[in-house]
């Protein structure tokens, strides 16, 4: 049963355009989102969160957005760069429980 | 101020033997995760341990594996008389403390070959 689904294993983006990676779930009661951002041989390093009380947040080049009547969240990283050529995770934790469910991942590689 | 520290950064074990994985959380975190990864895969949840306590380990297999963190030195992650279906990548993540919204930072991991 997998309760995040990250339905796009690769995606590829030219350098300065938008890269939009998708997120969705099936449980109900998670209540806080996260994504992390993961290179070859190196443990996933947190990138942003949000909490279901909110439908945006933003940090720098990096937005998420979630929409709970449709279970979905996304990670808008713009202008892409090279740096972000990386596999990115989408998490999520029901209130109250801190372990992390996590999707299948997304490989994102931002072409010069 | 040090990461989270993953030991050996990779293992290689035959089938029958014993794996020990450590991690030492980041300075001033006493809530430690595991989590492994099998290949092309996400992360599956293990276990979740405080100081010398197991708060949930409803991911970790019934047989073989066990986990502790005790008062003194790093969290342990032993599996018993290991299988090829063992080899994965184990990351630890810590977290500050166990309420409200905490970001677990997590390790480089332990990659487990069982030949």
């Known amino acids: 049963d997998q309760q995040v689904k990250q339905n796009s294993p690769s995606l590829s983006v030219q350098e300065g355009r938008i890269s939009i990676l998708n997120c969705d779930y099936t449980n109900s009661m998670f209540d806080y989102f996260l994504w992390y951002k993961k290179y070859p041989a190196e443990g996933p390093t947190f990138l942003i969160s949000?909490?279901?009380?909110?439908d945006k947040n933003e940090d720098g080049r990096f937005t998420v957005f979630l929409n709970k009547s449709a279970k979905h969240l996304s990670l808008h990283i713009v202008p892409s760069q090279p740096g972000d050529s990386a596999v990115y995770f989408c998490a999520a934790s029901e209130e109250g429980a801190q372990k992390l469910v996590f999707g299948q991942g997304t490989r994102l590689t931002i072409n010069p | 101020n040090a990461g989270v520290m993953q030991n050996p950064r990779h293992l290689v074990r035959r089938r029958g033997q014993e794996a020990r994985l450590r991690c030492s959380p980041m300075k001033g975190h006493s809530h430690v995760y595991w989590y492994r990864q099998l290949p092309e895969e996400g992360l599956k949840f293990m276990v979740y341990l405080q100081k010398e306590n197991i708060i949930d380990e409803s991911g970790m297999p019934k047989e073989r594996f066990s986990a502790e963190f005790p008062k003194e030195g790093p969290s342990i992650l032993r599996i018993q008389q290991v299988v090829r279906g063992d080899s994965a990548a184990y990351f630890c993540?810590?977290?500050?403390?166990?309420?409200?919204?905490?970001?677990?930072?997590f390790g480089p991991g332990t990659r487990l070959t069982v030949l």
């Open positions: 949000i909490s279901s009380i909110k």
């Open positions: 993540a810590s977290s500050r403390d166990g309420q409200g919204y905490n970001e677990q930072f």
